[in-house]
């Protein structure tokens, strides 16, 4: 089954670098996704990365997939006070329709 | 830029009453999702469509239904509403999935529904 898990609360400090980490069971995921939702508002995409790929970087995000660990995680460069949010990871799998399975979600705390 | 509207932002009812929630898309897109979300559960899906007049259920579809009438409005009943269904609803739209992008879904602001 699908199962997709992350850590619930992350603090950084501006001007750090925030990690996110994201473990997944399904072993056919074809694609895995990272949101970002801001207080009192819908999930927006903030990048994705196709599963035969081990690393994206889209200017202050990387985004590195081990698929032997089944382990993806977001790095935020530069974290600033504006990157407070909820991040969700998500994956979508061969043969799962047009489904997602998102994470629990980690909230981001970023502190002066 | 794809847009998804829903209904309200906030709406509080009372145990049960009967409950809409409705939900616009501008882009044409095939498939429609209703979630909801709680603190520590992340999003779980309530039921989705994949066209007009089509519904399949997703994890939890228990206590709502859904109504598929047009390709771009999706809508979410909560037959009796119950307090345990006090959540925050969040509906998406995407397009069938494709080698490019994968299928990435759009969501709209969510409305935070209070059930008394």
């Known amino acids: 089954g699908e199962d997709v898990e992350q850590s619930l609360f992350l603090s950084v400090r501006e001007g750090d670098s925030s990690v996110i980490n994201c473990t997944y069971t399904?072993?056919?995921?074809?694609?895995l996704y990272w949101y970002k939702q801001e207080p009192g508002a819908g999930l927006q995409l903030l990048t994705y990365i196709f599963s035969n790929m081990d690393m994206k970087q889209d200017q202050r995000l990387t985004v590195l997939l081990n698929k032997k660990d089944k382990h993806l995680s977001l790095r935020i460069a530069d974290t600033q006070t504006g990157d407070s949010a909820i991040y969700f990871c998500?994956?979508?799998?061969?043969?799962?329709?047009?489904?997602?399975?998102f994470g629990t979600g980690t909230q981001l705390k970023v502190e002066l | 830029d794809v847009k998804v509207t829903q209904s309200s932002r906030y709406l509080v009812k009372r145990t049960g009453e009967k409950v809409f929630l409705e939900c616009v898309q501008d882009?044409?897109?095939?498939?429609m999702f209703w979630y909801r979300q709680d603190p520590g559960l992340g999003l779980r899906l309530i039921y989705f469509?994949?066209?007009?007049?089509?519904?399949e259920k997703g994890d939890i579809p228990e206590g709502y239904s859904v109504s598929r009438e047009k390709k771009e409005r999706f809508s979410l009943i909560l037959e009796s509403a119950s307090t345990n269904q006090t959540s925050m609803y969040l509906c998406?739209?995407?397009?069938?999935?494709?080698?490019?992008?994968?299928?990435?879904?759009?969501f709209g602001p969510g409305t935070r529904l209070t059930v008394l």
């Open positions: 998500a994956e979508s799998i061969t043969g799962g329709g047009n489904k997602l399975t």
């Open positions: 998406a739209s995407s397009l069938p999935q494709n080698g490019k992008s994968g299928n990435e879904q759009f």
């Open positions: 469509s994949y066209d007009v007049k089509m519904k």
């Open positions: 399904d072993s056919s995921s074809t694609y």
């Open positions: 882009m044409d897109h095939e498939n």
